[in-house]
């Protein structure tokens, strides 16, 4: 019903300014089943690192993002850490905000049609431009619901770069018409309407809330530090920095 509630403000402060603010509020999630994990001392190596991952995934659950966009341009962010007591490593904060590529700030304009992504590697900051049209969406006949709003199907490939190579991983987006503005969460962007949720391989992105008619203006927000470089190149740059 909150959500049923927000569409019908969106359309009224749509009408009285075309340059309305909104924010929507992201969590991510696993589709990993921990449950089975093997408690034996002598578990696999598999195992072990299972059991790593669990803990990322505690770390993981105690983070936010935003996504604050108009009519024209967004940008998104991790911004929140909701237990003030995580005591977790660095290393494991790191992990956790590497899972889905939620690492570093994304910033979208519909007239450029750019995304541009501010990210470090190698304690060295770098600008990825890329093309939204570069992205292609296959839009299925398939909808569900999600907290009152009524959400498609759309899937896409991306490539990524793993330990022995490129692979191409599927990601599943589920926009809603309700809101017309193709905008979404980690740099997915161009479809019907606002992305709700993504899920790329195991990691799920999903909307927890909408406001609307937020003061917090997104064009303000555009990344300038930073190596431009596009996305082609960055991957080629990464490959070669784990050797490939």
């Known amino acids: ?42 578990a696999s190596v598999e195992n072990k690192a299972l059991k790593l991952l669990k803990i990322v995934q505690n770390d993981m659950l105690t983070k936010e993002y935003k996504l604050v966009f108009n009519d024209s341009v967004s940008f998104f962010e991790e911004t929140k850490i909701l237990n003030s007591d995580n005591d977790n490593s660095e290393l494991i904060t790191k992990l956790s905000s590497s899972l889905g590529e939620t690492d570093g700030v994304f910033f979208a304009s519909l007239k450029d049609k750019k995304t541009v992504r501010q990210t470090t590697t ?41 330990r022995s190579g490129l692979i191409e991983e599927e990601v599943i987006a589920w926009y809603t018409l309700d809101v017309p503005i193709g905008f979404g969460p980690i740099g997915f962007n161009n479809l019907p309407g606002l992305i709700l949720e993504v899920q790329i391989g195991k990691i799920i992105l999903y909307a927890d809330k909408i406001k609307y008619n937020v003061e917090v203006d997104p064009s303000r927000f555009y990344p300038k530090k930073g190596k431009i470089i596009s996305c082609n190149d960055f991957i080629k740059l990464q490959l070669k920095q784990i050797g490939l």
Do not use: C, P, R
Request: net charge negative.
């Open 1 to 42: 019903m909150k959500f049923f509630f927000s569409s019908i403000l969106f359309f009224f402060f749509l009408i009285l300014n075309a340059q309305n603010n909104i924010e929507v509020t992201y969590k991510k999630s696993t589709t990993i089943n921990f449950d089975n994990l093997n408690n034996d001392e002598n």
């Open 122 to 162: 190698y304690d060295k900051l770098y600008l990825i431009e890329s093309h939204m049209d570069s992205l292609k969406w296959d839009l299925h006949n398939v909808n569900k619901d999600i907290d009152g709003h009524k959400v498609y199907k759309a899937t896409t490939l991306v490539t990524k770069v793993t």
